[in-house]
């Protein structure tokens, strides 16, 4: 099937989903390219991550006219399959327009929050790899799972990433991301229309050998969804009324500076028809 093909099914599905819930039709604010785009670096623990926290960096490209890469930090655990999710991953950010980065051949092993004090010559190069790539490509914005996303790769590249930002100095904005465990302090909730929400769901959908262990592209629409019920409450406050879109994904803006964090972002809802742009990431 044609990724115009797969689109147009999603949209439909997730049209109808979006009924159910009572959201009113989409609608988007006219990009408007940046002068001097950012660039985004997706720092994924896992090929697939970058579908599902995808939202954010998909809508600074198509707005404000950004760079993505996806920095593959691993290839799995599963050695024999690991040629194969990188060309699946490869495939999958072609439909998003993310460009693909691979750390070392086969990306980083024994990545985990622990790695640190069982190995720690094999961390201290893991660290010293990951400074490098941010000093030469000096990202405004990374994504990354936040400190208690509950899955060891997902910590370990917590940990992994802030330690190469602490060494690099570099001044950037962490966007901490979700999905094993939910955040306990998001400050943005960041709306997909349909049709955004669609392409995530078509790249994951790429990802075939996982799905066909986890059809867990099925979910994503639930996933999304309950973003904005739990983002109504925790970015705009607790008693206040809903947003009235369908779906969104939830970050934690952190900036940093000289590598050290300073105070978190204020809380914001940026719907489909408040474009997006480098705004977003200032105090």
């Known amino acids: 099937m044609s990724l115009d093909a797969d689109l147009a099914r ?13 959201s009113p ?26 579908c599902i926290v995808g939202a954010l960096p998909l809508r600074l490209q198509q707005e404000a006219g950004w760079r993505v ?23 999958a950010c072609a439909v998003l327009g993310f460009d693909c980065i691979a750390v ?5 092993s024994d990545v985990r929050a622990d790695t640190a004090e069982r190995e720690p010559a094999l961390w201290a190069s893991h660290v010293d790899a990951i400074a490098t790539l941010l000093a030469r490509h000096r990202p405004a914005l ?16 917590y940990r992994l990433v802030v330690e190469a930002v602490a060494q690099a100095r570099l001044d950037t904005v962490l966007a901490h991301t979700e999905f ?44 999304l969804a309950d973003a904005v019920r739990r983002g109504g409450e925790l970015v705009l406050g607790a008693g206040e009324a809903p947003p009235d879109f369908a779906f969104a994904t939830l970050y934690r803006l952190v900036p940093y500076r000289a590598g050290q964090p300073v105070a978190d972002l204020p809380r914001s809802v940026w719907p489909a028809d408040r474009a997006l742009s480098s705004v977003l990431l200032m105090p």
């Open 69 to 91: 890469s996806n920095v593959a930090v691993t290839l799995g655990s599963d050695v024999d399959r690991r040629a194969a999710r990188w060309a699946e991953l490869q495939d």
């Open 104 to 108: 070392g051949a086969n990306g980083l």
């Open 180 to 223: 094993w465990s939910t955040m306990a302090a998001p400050n943005a909730l960041v709306q997909t229309n349909i049709a955004d929400t669609a392409r995530l769901i078509t790249a994951l959908e790429r990802h075939t050998g996982e799905i066909a262990r986890n059809p867990y592209h099925l979910r994503l629409p639930a996933f």
């Open 10 to 22: 999603w949209r439909e599905h997730l049209t109808r989903f979006s009924a159910l819930l009572g």
């Open 142 to 157: 990374l994504l990354l799972p936040h400190e208690l996303d509950d899955n060891p790769s997902h910590r370990g590249v």
């Open 25 to 50: 039709p989409d609608r988007r604010t006219p990009p408007r390219p940046e002068a001097a785009p950012g660039h985004c670096l997706i720092f994924a623990p896992h090929p697939d991550d970058e």
